[in-house]
T-cell receptor, first 112, second 115 residues
Framework: DAKTTQPTSMDCAEGRAANLPCNHS???????VYWYRQIHSQGPQYIIH???NNETNEMASLIITEDRKSSTLILPHATLRDTAVYYC?????????????FGTGTRLQVTL | NAGVTQTPKFRVLKTGQSMTLLCAQD?????MYWYRQDPGMGLRLIHY???????AKGEVPDGYNVSRLKKQNFLLGLESAAPSQTSVYFC??????????????FGPGTRLTVT
């Protein structure tokens, strides 16, 4: 699986957009980008995933660059409850030993 | 739907003791996983199972055994606990179908301390 690089920590003011970058320069053509988050001491929670098109759901948006070497997770209106560690994960599609490889992620602190 | 549940939530063991962690899911998922998370680290895969009666090693399998006798349950065993196994253990499950993505659902975790 391709490795990912994320900033260790970020701050964001409540109500503003949080933009979390991820570098995955060695991504293969069939590998997806997934985002999970882990709120303090809880189990990780799925947020969104994508292959090459931008994606949006009720939680967030995912912007993937045209060369697919990096992506950005966007939380449009961050709240205090979005304070968490965010993991960017790259892996092949399902049906192929569907293991998730977690790095150390980005610790997002949302402040008043 | 309870989702993924883990038993127990907390446990303290002495070095050399054994114990079994239980994971249960009520979503009829084929795949189940055991991860461990050490302080300040990401999750690391211990073992996983792609169906009832099957198990496979993950990234850090040494010192652990698993069993999947029933589809809804995935057991993680520590035969002789060591202080290095002090960690938070997370179980997850997912449905896997060819050409389709299905997210992994995680349990609340078991905090294990080995003294």
């Amino acid at each position: 699986d391709a490795k990912t690089t994320q900033p260790t920590s970020m701050d964001c003011a409540e109500g503003r957009a949080a933009n979390l970058p991820c570098n995955h320069s060695t991504i293969s053509g069939n590998e997806y980008v997934y985002w999970y988050r882990q709120i303090h001491s809880q189990g990780p929670q799925y947020i969104i995933h994508g292959l090459k098109n931008n994606e949006t759901n009720e939680m967030a948006s995912l912007i993937i660059t045209e060369d697919r070497k990096s992506s950005t997770l966007i939380l449009p209106h961050a709240t205090l409850r979005d304070t968490a560690v965010y993991y960017c994960i790259v892996r092949p599609p399902t049906g192929t030993a569907s293991k998730l490889t977690f790095g150390t992620g980005t610790r997002l602190q949302v402040t008043l | 739907n309870a989702g993924v549940t883990q038993t127990p939530k907390f446990r303290v063991l002495k070095t050399g003791q054994s114990m079994t962690l239980l994971c249960a899911q009520d979503m009829n998922h084929e795949y189940m996983y055991w991860y461990r998370q050490d302080p300040g680290m990401g999750l690391r895969l211990i073992h996983y199972s792609v169906g009832e009666g099957t198990t496979a090693k993950g990234e850090v399998p040494d010192g652990y055994n698993v069993s999947r006798l029933k589809k809804q349950n995935f057991l993680l065993g520590l035969e002789s606990a060591a202080p290095s196994q002090t960690s938070v253990y997370f179980c997850a499950s997912s449905y896997e179908g060819q050409g389709k993505f299905h997210e992994q659902y995680f349990g609340p975790g078991t905090r294990l301390t080995v003294t």
